[in-house]
């Protein structure tokens, strides 16, 4: 069964940053659009960042310039760079497999706090 597995969230101070990063375990990586999502207490779940199979990204307006989508196909993994990070920025980050149909991962929490 294909698995998307989430890593590298954690606890981290305003300003910090982390990598997150996510295994697909499939077949045909590289034709997937990837995603990052995230989903804060009491809040509905939104769009991060995604990639296109031709490495075409996208972000959400308030994460521009702070965060960086990446994917290395040959290791069938998809990263989220995470910089200058703000306490809004809290919340279960879930990543995202879309090709044909979608798979989510388990999610990795962040928190962002002094």
């Known amino acids: 069964q294909v698995q998307v597995v989430e890593s590298g969230g954690g606890l981290v101070q305003p300003g910090g940053s982390l990598r997150l990063s996510c295994v697909y375990s499939?077949?045909?990586?590289?034709?997937?659009?990837m995603a990052w999502y995230r989903q804060a207490p009491g809040k509905q779940r939104e769009l991060v960042a995604d990639?296109?199979?031709?490495?075409?990204?996208n972000y959400l307006d308030s994460v521009k310039g702070r965060f960086t989508i990446s994917r290395d196909n040959a290791k069938n993994t998809v990263f989220l760079q995470m910089n200058s990070l703000k306490l809004e920025d809290t919340a279960v980050y879930y990543c995202?497999?879309?090709?044909?149909?979608?798979?989510w991962g388990q999610g990795t929490q962040v928190t962002v706090s002094s």
């Open positions: 995202h497999a879309r090709y044909r149909t979608y798979k």
């Open positions: 499939g077949t045909v990586f590289s034709a997937h659009t």
């Open positions: 990639i296109s199979s031709g490495g075409r990204t």
